[in-house]
Each structure stands twice: as structure tokens, then as C-alpha cells.
């Protein structure tokens, strides 16, 4: 087997369908990468693009997008729920098959040296690439998102750790990272009271004392007049979906406030969901060989 390296770089556009669609096609044109989901969120204003290859075509596919969306997306005319620092926000390299985190370090940091050289955009690192501890957590990076950061910069703080010193005009910077998968999981709530959702969001998420591996905030979905907590867990294993999906409809009970449904973006691994499976089923003794399609993969 070859090796295997997934990227999901997060674009900062979810309402222009034609500018998303663009920069989507930036990757479908690049050989040696398989294009496995994209989706967009026009409250967000963020879209997620996931696709698989070797290191060196991903990285090709990531500096093709970058362009595209260098050239379509101006951070200042840009507003979303979701923290942002640049038209391409973030892009983590993932270790799937035959590579190690730290390979996918190194090429995160190759990576983000071809971002500045030909196109201009600064990066900061962050994850295993991260070049401090502090970077290391990607919301130290975004604290004050593309305006604090532009200000900061402006006054010669927060530098970026290639190119710079001050941002891109209109695209901003980005985050070049290396991180093993994470699971992008939203929980909507029957309000439309965004104060609920950001107190649940504190109770959960790691920095102020919930879960170690859970990141989380509260998001107004303005369409449907609700909100969301809004999360990112980047460990299932140690923190698998059903134990925070209980914290939070606890949680919200004691707001006489009900969890209305909840949304994965992107994709998922499949043992989240057999964790999830197994333990509302309540199933004994249950394993992964249990289930038909694995038993017949491995024929």
C-alpha cells in the first residue's frame, strides 16, 4: 500500500457557491489526489474540503486551491460565525497510511514555506508543525481571528513563522498544521438564546475545564433562529461523540432547552460511530468484526 496523507483545508466561504465550487475544482484537477467530500456552511461562512494522496501530489492540490481562493476571497469584506484568520484558514495534513505525524510535520512546514514564495501568504504552524508551544493550540493563533491579527501584526506582535511580517491585503494568513483525524461535531439546540449555547460550550471544552481533547463554541444558525454548539474533538478515543453529546443534552436540560439534532462535517471514522452504536444499543461484548462490511473486507 502506498502512502496515504489526508487534508481538510478550511476555506473562509460557504455562501458563494461559484467561488467554492472553483477552488473544489482546483483539487479535482490535480493528479494523485482523490477528492472524498466538501461542504459548505453559509452561517459559518466556512467551507471544508477533504481529499487523500501522497504527500507531494496533497501538497500540490493545497498550493492549486490556495491560489484559487487567494484570488476570490477578500478577508475584509468577509463576516462568519466561525473564528477565521485568512481566505484559506486552515490546512492540516493527517497521517493515514505508511507516513508518521512527523513526516506529515515536515511536509507541513515544506508546505507552508511554497505558500509564501508563490503566493505571498504568511503561516503560522500549528499542531505537531507548531514551531512553540503556544502555537501548538490553533485557537492561540486565531485569538482576535483576521482583524486582531492584522492589528497585532501592524504593531510588529504575533508574527507569523514564515513570511510576513505583516498579513496578506485581502487574504489574511494561514495555518499550515499536522494533527492525527478530529471529528467536526455540532449539536443544535431549541433556542435561539445564544447565551445557552456558549455556557455549555464553556462546560465541555477543554481550556476551561471540560473535556481534554474537546475544543467548543457557541454559533447563532441565523436561518433556522437556533443555536449550536459547535466543537471539535480531536481525540474520539479518548473523548468518543456519545459522552459529549450526554454532557450536553444534560447540559441544556438544566435550561429546560432540548437537543434538536446534531451534524458531523466532513467525514468521519467508522469506529466513532460503532462506539456511538454500542453504547446507546447498550450491545455486549460487541467488535468491529461484527459488523458485515468489515468481516467482508477482509476476506
Keep these: 500500500m502506498s502512502v496515504l496523507v489526508q487534508c481538510v483545508p478550511n476555506i ?3 455562501r458563494r457557491q461559484d467561488v467554492v465550487e472553483a477552488v473544489v475544482d482546483e483539487v479535482r484537477k490535480t493528479t494523485g489526489v482523490h477528492l472524498l ?14 481529499f487523500v494522496g501522497d504527500l507531494a501530489s496533497v501538497s500540490q492540490a493545497c498550493l492549486a486551491l490556495a491560489r484559487k481562493a487567494v484570488a476570490e476571497i477578500d478577508m475584509n469584506q468577509h463576516a462568519g460565525a466561525h473564528p477565521r484568520i485568512g481566505a484559506v484558514d486552515v490546512v492540516p495534513l493527517i ?12 511536509g507541513a512546514w515544506e ?28 485557537s492561540n493563533i486565531r485569538k482576535g481571528q483576521y482583524e486582531g491579527l492584522k492589528a497585532a501584526t501592524a504593531q510588529g506582535e504575533r508574527l507569523p513563522d514564515v513570511g510576513g511580517p505583516q498579513l496578506h491585503p485581502t487574504a489574511g494568513a494561514v495555518a499550515v498544521g499536522a494533527r492525527m483525524p478530529l471529528i467536526a461535531f455540532n449539536v443544535n439546540l431549541g433556542t435561539g438564546d445564544k447565551s445557552v449555547a456558549d455556557t455549555i460550550a464553556r462546560a465541555v471544552r477543554a481550556r476551561n475545564g471540560g473535556f481534554a481533547t474537546v475544543k467548543a463554541m457557541g454559533v447563532y444558525l441565523e436561518d433556522r433562529n437556533q443555536v449550536q454548539v459547535s466543537m471539535n474533538l480531536e481525540n474520539y478515543k479518548r473523548t468518543p461523540m456519545y459522552r459529549v453529546l450526554e454532557t450536553i443534552r444534560r447540559e441544556a436540560a ?4 432540548p437537543v434538536v439534532g446534531t451534524e458531523i462535517v466532513g467525514l468521519v471514522p467508522q469506529e466513532a460511530l460503532l462506539e456511538a452504536a454500542e453504547w446507546y444499543l447498550q450491545v455486549e461484548d460487541f467488535c468491529l468484526e461484527q459488523v458485515l462490511e468489515n468481516r467482508l473486507r477482509n476476506l
Excluded: M
Excluded at 254 to 257: A, C, I, L, N
Design 12 to 14: 473562509s466561504e460557504g
Design 37 to 50: 467530500d466538501y461542504s459548505s456552511d453559509a452561517d459559518h461562512n466556512r467551507s471544508v474540503i477533504t
Design 95 to 106: 497521517p493515514i497510511e505508511r507516513i508518521t505525524l512527523k513526516e506529515c510535520a515536515q
Design 111 to 138: 508546505l507552508g514555506q511554497r505558500l509564501w514564495d508563490e503566493l505571498g501568504l504568511p503561516v503560522y504552524f500549528y499542531g505537531e508543525a507548531a514551531k512553540s508551544l503556544e502555537r501548538a493550540n490553533l
Design 254 to 257: 438544566r435550561f429546560g432547552v
